[in-house]
């Protein structure tokens, strides 16, 4: 009970970053710093030129829209444990694969781009968090 309850709260705080930056991707949102807490913020323009570059997909998909929909299965999940019980196997694998792709991508922000974004970081960190909430609570 106590782990779906914490993958519940990580998985909207994913959905809340993950939408955040699908927004500024599809225009819905300009990519401006008042939607964003002081401590995130970035230069003007460098969240959307940041989520333009090729390492911002998988598979062709924009990795923020990819975590829309991961966050959104773990939510219901945690919601419905009978969706908890069904899904826990594809979820820890799904896990496993996001923090995998979340070292690459610190990897790339940090030593090729020479970028720091909070908020990318704060999403790799919910993940490996997620990841071992999972392992801890079948």
Not at 17 to 38: K, M, Q, T
Not at 69 to 86: E, F, I, M, N
Not at 102 to 124: P, Q
Request: proline share 4%; charged share 10%; aromatic share 14%.
């Amino acid at each position: 009970m106590v782990g779906r309850i914490i993958i519940g709260i990580l998985s909207l705080l994913g959905i809340l970053i993950s939408g955040y930056f699908a927004s500024i991707y599809h225009n819905l949102l300009p990519d401006v710093n008042r939607f964003v807490p002081r401590f995130c913020r970035m230069e003007s323009g460098a969240c959307s030129s940041l989520l333009s570059t090729s390492q911002a997909r998988l598979f062709g998909v924009p990795n923020f829209d990819l975590g829309v929909l991961y966050y959104a299965g773990l939510l219901g999940s945690a919601v419905l444990p009978s969706l908890w019980k069904q899904l826990h196997s594809m979820l820890f694998f799904g896990s496993i694969v996001a923090i995998m792709t979340g070292f690459y991508l610190t990897y790339v922000l940090v030593l090729r781009l020479r970028v720091h974004c909070i908020l990318c970081f704060t999403i790799h960190a919910v993940n490996f968090l997620i990841f071992l909430t999972l392992l801890a609570a079948p």
